[in-house]
């Protein structure tokens, strides 16, 4: 785990896992983690998934390499530090956003919609279902939202009910902030529509080759972002070598809206 000291790390990495950090071949996912552990020290690496905390603590004993930081459930979640704690003032904000009758008032609403099934074992702050028909999604996002809350759906199959203006990106931009990180050596990486919201914070990014087609229409226009020709954890090792000998996101960004071929 990166040891915190008063110098500036060169770069944060902030990776969703599914498809992504934990995408790819054995071998891709393999070159990836020793890579890191190799500049461990020059790295902080945090974890940003729709996964629960407990999943992820224990995802980082398996690991070769161990994340600095959680972001979990969507971003309705957060632990910090080598013994994964809550940051008081965001578990504040988290807790303000999602009120206390959140649960039973999305369950009398969510009962008007059978075909959305309940993820196991998902708990905290948001609603999770698993959904095979888009317009019943769709529906079924319009009324969420009028609700008081946000609807994501994702990858075709997941439909998360969240506090309003609370998921990845904005969870990640305040955990930055409090652990006093820069957002200018920040990249962030993902797959699928649940990670939309880190690539519209404006920090640079990489989407991976095997990202979700909504998602690669979605930063079409996002210059921010490198649409990698590599999937999963090759896709975020093939940003992460670029971005981590660049000075700032900016020179990052300019020296790869180049095309596949080029790179």
């Not at 530090?81 to 807790?95: I, K, N, R, V």
């Not at 956003?97 to 905290?124: F, K, N």
């Amino acid at each position: 785990m990166h040891k915190a000291d008063n110098s500036t790390p060169q770069t944060i990495l902030a990776t969703d896992l599914d498809g992504t950090f934990l995408g790819g071949s054995s071998e891709e996912r393999a070159t990836l983690y020793d890579w890191i552990a190799q500049r461990r020290d020059e790295i902080v690496l945090i974890f940003v998934s729709g996964r629960g905390l407990d999943f992820m603590r224990g995802l980082a004993k398996e690991l070769p390499v161990q994340p600095d930081h959680l972001v979990g459930d969507v971003g309705t979640s957060v632990a910090c530090g080598p013994w994964y704690a809550p940051l008081p003032h965001l578990e504040q904000w988290l807790d303000t956003c999602w009120p206390a009758d959140a649960h039973v008032r999305i369950d009398q609403l969510m009962q008007q919609h059978p075909g959305l099934r309940e993820q196991p074992g998902v708990s905290g702050r948001r609603r999770s279902y698993y959904y095979e028909d888009p317009v019943h999604a769709d529906v079924a996002q319009r009324e969420v939202q009028q609700l008081g809350f946000d609807a994501l759906i994702s990858d075709n199959l997941y439909f998360d009910v969240l506090p309003r203006g609370v998921q990845k990106g904005p969870t990640l931009l305040r955990t930055l902030q409090a652990l006093n990180l820069p957002a200018q050596r920040t990249l962030v990486a993902g797959d699928t529509l649940n990670d939309l919201s880190m690539f519209d914070t404006g920090l640079a990014g990489v989407a991976v080759g095997n990202r979700e087609a909504a998602l690669d229409a979605a930063i079409q226009q996002h210059d921010n972002v490198y649409r990698s020709p590599h999937p999963g954890a090759a896709g975020v090792l093939d940003a992460l070598q670029r971005f981590h000998r660049t000075e700032d996101s900016h020179g990052f960004i300019t020296g790869h809206r180049l095309s596949p071929a080029a790179l």
